[in-house]
Nanobody, 124 residues
C-alpha cells in the first residue's frame, strides 16, 4: 500500500519561500510518477508539478514555472516542492500524488495515490 505524507506547509509573506516534502513508502518507486496538486478554497484541484522518479524529468504548470521546483531524493524516498517568490494566489492545500507508471501527466484522475495535504497560506 502506497503511503504519502506531506509536510512543510505554513504561513509566509508574499515574496517568501517554503519547501514542501512528501515522504513516500510502501512500494519501490523507480517506475512511478510523483506530482503536486493544490486546491484553493472554493476552487477545483489544480496541477502544480510532476516528476518522473527514475529520470528526474519534470513538468510544471505555467502559473508556477520559474518559481517552483520539484525534485526527489531517492535515498530518502522523498519528493520536494521548493516554492519561491510566493504570491497570495498560491494559497491552497497542497497535495502529493503518485501513479505507478512513468510519464509527465497533469490530470488528477491519473493518480490513484494521494496524501492528506498540507496547508500553505501566503499573506499580502
Amino acid at each position: 500500500q502506497v503511503q504519502l505524507v506531506e509536510s512543510g506547509g505554513g504561513l509566509v509573506q508574499a515574496g517568501g519561500s517554503l519547501r514542501l516534502s512528501c515522504a513516500a513508502s510502501g512500494r519501490t518507486f523507480g517506475r512511478f510518477g510523483l506530482a503536486w496538486f493544490r486546491q484553493a478554497p472554493g476552487k477545483e484541484r489544480e496541477f502544480v508539478a510532476t516528476i518522473n522518479w527514475s529520470s528526474g524529468s519534470a513538468y510544471y504548470a505555467d502559473s508556477v514555472k520559474g518559481r517552483f521546483t520539484i525534485s526527489r531524493d531517492n535515498a530518502k524516498n522523498t519528493v520536494y516542492l521548493q516554492m519561491n517568490s510566493l504570491k497570495p494566489e498560491d494559497t491552497a492545500v497542497y497535495y502529493c500524488a503518485a501513479r505507478p507508471t512513468i510519464g509527465l501527466l497533469a490530470t488528477a484522475s491519473e493518480y490513484p495515490y494521494w496524501g492528506q495535504g498540507t496547508h500553505v497560506t501566503v499573506s499580502s
